[in-house]
């Protein structure tokens, strides 16, 4: 066993990010057709609108609840574009809705040098995304967040590659209590078009059907009646649906996030360079002290 401290993902580029929400619903646009195509996009009832989120997202149905764990799987998509430096990301989280802290565990798929590559990050809002180790393309992912003790949380995920490779890793973060209470009120299974610090969306890549399984949140399922059930799509400058999510499969724990091809090619990207701050005193970077330790099983 040996341990080592995680490596800032991009150098800092990357935010994997505060929910950007319009939050009113489309479930009134419920077979939703894209500008100047035929194509039909049938939404989950009540879908809400985001600039950069698509999934689910649960809420507690008590106020007197709070979420501890969350956990979820998925296959590391082929992203394709005709783009250099394009992007794309899933992940599981708590908060991030209705707080500013969000705890995330996820991977980022991007396109370097004309090929796609990926990597498992982990993020604690505000700071920037981090790196723990790159993956092959193809690769399962099976990830899961939860409270420890009265200040530890553990996010764990375990890499299968197509090979059947596989590899476990542990991070173990400090929480203040503040901290803690607000990521409890909300927990995800999002795909994500990643922003840099600035909250500008990098050109999105294509990552065709992603598949989510095992989605629990404090050990039930994704729609449980404990919790409150939201689909999100992602739609884009133009008014496009760029991402949007499946309706929930009989198991109550699985769904589909598609990125609409359509869209991407209609979106309005503006080649937002990927800054890196030069002051590594930003507000950004440093929030609070944080006890990080990443454990290599």
Do not use: C
Request: hydrophobic share 30%; net charge negative.
């Amino acid at each position: 066993m040996a341990k080592g401290q995680a490596k800032d993902t991009s150098n800092g580029s990357y935010v994997l990010s505060g929910y950007f929400p319009r939050r009113n619903l489309i479930n009134s646009i419920r077979n939703y057709h894209p500008q100047s195509t035929e194509t039909t996009i049938n939404l989950p009832a009540n879908t809400e609108k985001s600039s950069n989120w698509a999934g689910y997202i649960d809420t507690p149905t008590s106020q007197n609840n709070s979420y501890t764990s969350i956990s979820g799987s998925w296959i590391v998509p082929t992203i394709s574009s005709a783009q250099q430096d394009t992007s794309a990301a899933q992940w599981i989280g708590l908060g991030g809705v209705n707080s500013k802290d969000l705890l995330q565990m996820g991977t980022i798929e991007e396109i370097k040098n004309g090929q796609p590559t990926a990597e498992v990050f982990w993020e604690e809002l505000p700071n920037v995304a981090q790196n723990i180790m790159s993956i092959p393309i193809g690769s399962t992912i099976s990830s899961s967040i939860s409270k420890t003790s009265d200040s530890t949380w553990n996010l764990v995920f375990t890499a299968t590659t197509p090979q059947g490779q596989t590899e476990t890793k542990t991070i173990s973060t400090t929480l203040d209590s503040s901290y803690a209470e607000e990521i409890g009120t909300s927990g995800e299974w999002i795909s994500e078009d990643p922003s840099n610090q600035y909250s500008q969306l990098f050109p999105l890549a294509n990552a065709g059907t992603v598949k989510y399984q095992s989605a629990t949140v404090n050990g039930t399922l994704l729609n449980s009646s404990s919790n409150t059930v939201h689909p999100v799509a992602m739609i884009s400058s133009n008014g496009n649906v760029s991402i949007y999510p499946s309706t929930i499969e009989t198991d109550g724990e699985s769904f589909t996030t598609t990125t609409n091809i359509s869209s991407i090619a209609k979106h309005r990207f503006n080649n937002f360079p990927k800054y890196t701050l030069k002051n590594p005193n930003s507000k950004i970077h440093s929030r609070k002290s944080m006890s990080i330790t990443v454990i290599f099983h």
